[in-house]
């Protein structure tokens, strides 16, 4: 069966500070990924997402996530972050399973940025 | 482009009162639709999916009930709100294809006193 696992429930960092949001994937075959922002009280925005080719892949606001397939994750990073990134991430999963598509996401990760 | 729309935006209501959120999506045809519920500091749980007009999945059994009367509408129903229904209702949906990314709504905060 699919999982996910996001190790940090929250992390702090300095603005201007690099990111780093972990994130590891239980599945069989190849998955789908995908990572959210939720900014409170919003609903959740995709980032990026990765289906096949190159395994770092770039998304919106500045963000990149690398697939490691030798160790199931997916990683998400940004090189300075902004106060504007303060928010909760949501990594998940995608498979194509018998009955359709299913989606499974991660507890989250809640971004704090200092000044 | 496609556009995803829930109301309303925020709701408080009595213990044993029931409940309509109704979200709507433009732009696409034949969605999969979604409803998921996110308590405090929690993570997403899908509560229904649907594939079709008429079509529901549950995916928890629960208090709540959802339906779908036209192609890009989807609505949460419950003929008795309980305490453990607060919390931030996310509507979202997917193309029907084998690869689906689920994009979603602004969601509704439901407060039951």
């Known amino acids: 069966a699919q999982s996910v696992t996001q190790p940090d429930i929250h992390i702090t960092v300095s603005e201007g500070a690099s990111l780093e949001l972990r994130c590891n994937y239980s599945y069989g075959a190849t998955p789908y990924l995908f990572w959210y922002v939720q900014s409170p009280g919003q609903g959740l925005q995709l980032l990026l997402k990765?289906?096949?080719?190159?395994?770092l892949v770039q998304g919106i606001k500045g963000f990149e996530a690398e697939f490691k397939r030798s160790q199931s994750s997916f990683n998400l990073r940004k090189p300075s972050v902004h106060w504007s990134d303060a928010a909760e991430y949501f990594c998940?999963?995608?498979?194509?399973?018998?009955?359709?598509?299913?989606?499974?996401f991660g507890a989250g990760t809640r971004l704090f940025v200092k000044a | 482009s496609q556009t995803i729309h829930q109301w309303p935006a925020t709701l408080v209501q009595p213990v044993g009162s029931p409940l309509s959120l109704e979200c709507t999506v433009e732009g696409t045809s034949n969605p999969n639709l979604y409803w998921y519920r996110q308590a405090a500091g929690r993570g997403l749980q899908l509560l229904f999916y649907?594939?079709?007009?008429?079509?529901i999945s549950s995916e928890v059994p629960q208090n709540l009930s959802a339906s779908r009367p036209q192609d890009r509408q989807f609505i949460l129903s419950s003929k008795k709100l309980l305490l453990s229904d607060s919390g931030f209702y996310l509507c979202?949906?997917?193309?029907?294809?084998?690869?689906?990314?689920?994009?979603f709504g602004p969601g509704t905060r439901l407060l039951v006193l």
């Open positions: 649907s594939v079709g007009i008429g079509q």
């Open positions: 979202a949906w997917s193309d029907s294809g084998s690869v689906q990314t689920q994009y």
């Open positions: 998940a999963v995608g498979a194509s399973q018998t009955g359709g598509f299913k989606t499974i």
């Open positions: 990765y289906f096949s080719g190159d395994t």
